[in-house]
């Protein structure tokens, strides 16, 4: 079955940088559209980036574009979510996310990790 560990998140300072990465077990990777989602306290949990399976297509939300890059490596069944200029409002438990299809709609997602938790100071 299909396990996805995310880690890199912790505390940052407003402007700063971190990146996140998602280690994918248990499945055929690049079959797959991988995805991040981000959920604050008392927020719903919303789309941040998407990227097809082989790296060539990517989205972003409005509110991270210019900010953030998603990346995957297929041999290393990884994908990765580099951040760069943190704002407070990036504040977050990130998760990383599969899907069959190509989407941005949590719903559409059946695998999920159990977040890693990002922080950002002003």
């Known amino acids: 079955q299909v396990q996805l560990v995310e880690s890199g998140g912790g505390l940052v300072q407003a402007g700063g940088s971190l990146r996140l990465s998602c280690a994918a077990s248990?499945?055929?990777?690049?079959?797959?559209?991988m995805s991040w989602f981000r959920q604050a306290p008392g927020k719903e949990r919303e789309f941040v980036a998407a990227i097809t399976r082989g790296g060539g297509g990517t989205d972003y939300a409005d509110s991270v574009k210019g900010r953030f890059a998603i990346s995957r490596d297929n041999a290393k069944n990884t994908v990765y979510l580099q951040m760069n200029s943190l704002k407070p409002e990036d504040t977050a438990v990130y998760y990383c996310?599969?899907?069959?299809?190509?989407?941005?709609?949590?719903?559409?997602?059946?695998?999920w990790g159990q977040g890693t938790q990002v922080t950002v100071s002003s």
């Open positions: 996310a599969r899907s069959l299809g190509y989407s941005l709609t949590a719903s559409d997602y059946n695998s």
């Open positions: 248990g499945g055929t990777f690049n079959r797959y559209t």
